[in-house]
Nanobody, 126 residues
Framework: QVQLVESGGGLVQAGGSLRLSCAAS???????LGWFRQAPEKEREFVVAITWSGGSAYYADSAEGRFTISRDYAKNMVYLQMNSLKPEDTAVYYC????????????????????WGQGTQVTVSS
C-alpha cells in the first residue's frame, strides 16, 4: 500500500505560479508518479509523469514549457511547479503512483495507476 498526500493548491491570478507537493509513504515499490487534473464536468486529464528512480519526465502538451515536475528521492517527495498559469488550468490536481512499468505513452493513462492522492484544488482567476 502507498499513501499519497498532496498540498500546495490554492487561488492564484492568471500568469502566476503555484507549487504542488506530493508525499509518498507506506510500502514503496514505485515505478512512476504522475500528476493528473480534473475540472468540473470533465474527465481526469494527464499532466505529467516522472519515473521514481530515474527522474525521466513525460509532459502533456498542455503542460510542456509551463509546468515542471521534480522529485526528491530521499524524501519520497514529488513536486509540480506551475508557472504562467491560465484559467484553463483550474482543476483538482491529483498525484498517482504506478508500481508497474509503463511505456512513455502508457504512463499517461489513468488506468495505469494503482494509488491516488486526495487531490488539491487549483483555481486560476482572470
Amino acid at each position: 500500500q502507498v499513501q499519497l498526500v498532496e498540498s500546495g493548491g490554492g487561488l492564484v491570478q492568471a500568469g502566476g505560479s503555484l507549487r504542488l507537493s506530493c508525499a509518498a509513504s507506506g510500502r514503496i515499490g514505485i515505478y512512476a508518479l504522475g500528476w493528473f487534473r480534473q475540472a468540473p464536468e470533465k474527465e481526469r486529464e494527464f499532466v505529467v509523469a516522472i519515473t521514481w528512480s530515474g527522474g525521466s519526465a513525460y509532459y502533456a502538451d498542455s503542460a510542456e514549457g509551463r509546468f515542471t515536475i521534480s522529485r526528491d528521492y530521499a524524501k519520497n517527495m514529488v513536486y509540480l511547479q506551475m508557472n504562467s498559469l491560465k484559467p484553463e488550468d483550474t482543476a483538482v490536481y491529483y498525484c498517482a503512483v504506478t508500481k508497474s512499468w509503463c511505456p512513455r505513452s502508457g504512463c499517461a493513462a489513468v488506468t495505469q495507476y494503482d494509488y491516488w492522492g486526495q487531490g488539491t484544488q487549483v483555481t486560476v482567476s482572470s
